[in-house]
């Protein structure tokens, strides 16, 4: 798959990957860093680092290397990390429950603004500073709020009748925890699946033919 | 990169899916599906689904389609699910508890045989039927119970640094959910990353980017 921009999704899936490494070694103090000394440190060839940021206009100076601090101030620019994204989480049970407490969702470009769970019984408990609400009021909540970001951490069932409804209140993008296929039904809608079953299924088969 | 049995890693990545897909069309009552019908359900192409169970010896009859129950059976001896590897947790925070709780392991290839963490409080704790307990007894668990894979949803700098002794201890393979590339130090290990950070990063380039 291509991006609109024409960038491919390899790519892109390696950028979170050079803002993180970028974060650390700021804080080592040096202020630059050769395309060699990042490539060892990443486990990538040099040549693979100067390809990948050159599609966004490349950032380093031959001689020089990349100036960290600068790098990865426009890396996260890229990412749209300094925009932050009003995000809205749908469940409260234990997984839900982990991910609104442990994310730090601000240094990754969103802000979580509300949590919903149909169970009554969580009604009004806290989680994170927010009161956990009922999934009637999502459409009062969303029209007032404007949120543009779903985390489902529902089940399949749930997650798929409920997410027309949410594309309908002006929800862009979606953290899919809920084992379905959103982009089945919703072709045109923008989801990172964090599907946990396949990904054990898959280490699974990994140590079986290690 | 390739497999040892030349497999390619985009094909692997797609079995859980399949083993999911079967799962749910089991459960409708068919006891046949044609490729074509299965490429639809799954948002494949119909020669792709042949060419990616090919690779495996391939599994359907001309006319006649797929086995429903067969494959998924197959898929799963596959993915090793058949053969569940003992497993320890690391990590009984917010998010080691939820994935605790919440993963159906059995069913895919796993069983959680052990629960560890370095804090004193925690200790003695019951989650999913298991005792809280010392890191300090990791050595002395491994030597009895043998556990081959490793869940790790502990910082960063505690992950790289218990990640050798673990596999000095046995640890073939690792589910990683700490913000650390293990196999940059260890070459030979399997893991399984759930950044989760650089997921929700991603997420926020394609919001940015639709």
Partial sequence: MNHPSGISELVINRLPRYYRFLGEIMGEGNARISSRELSERMGLTASQIRQDLNCFGGFGQQGYGYNIEQLHSEIGKILGLDQPKKAILIGA?????????????????????????????????????????????????????????????????????????????????????????????????????????????????????K
Same sequence: chains 1, 2.
């Fill in 93 to 209: 049970g234990n997984l839900g429950r982990a991910i609104a407490t442990h994310m730090a969702f601000e240094s990754r470009g969103f802000r979580l603004i509300g949590i919903f769970d149909k169970k009554e019984a969580l009604k009004g408990q806290i989680i994170k500073g927010l009161p956990v609400r009922s999934v009637e009021d999502l459409d009062d909540f969303c029209r007032e709020n404007l949120p543009t970001c779903a985390i489902l951490c529902i089940p399949k069932g749930e997650a798929e009748e409920l997410c027309g409804t949410l594309i309908a209140r002006g929800i862009e993008g979606f953290w899919n925890f809920s084992h379905c296929d959103l982009t089945l039904k919703y072709p045109g809608i923008v989801v990172e699946n964090v599907h946990l079953g396949d990904s054990l299924a898959k280490l699974s088969y990994n140590i079986k033919n």
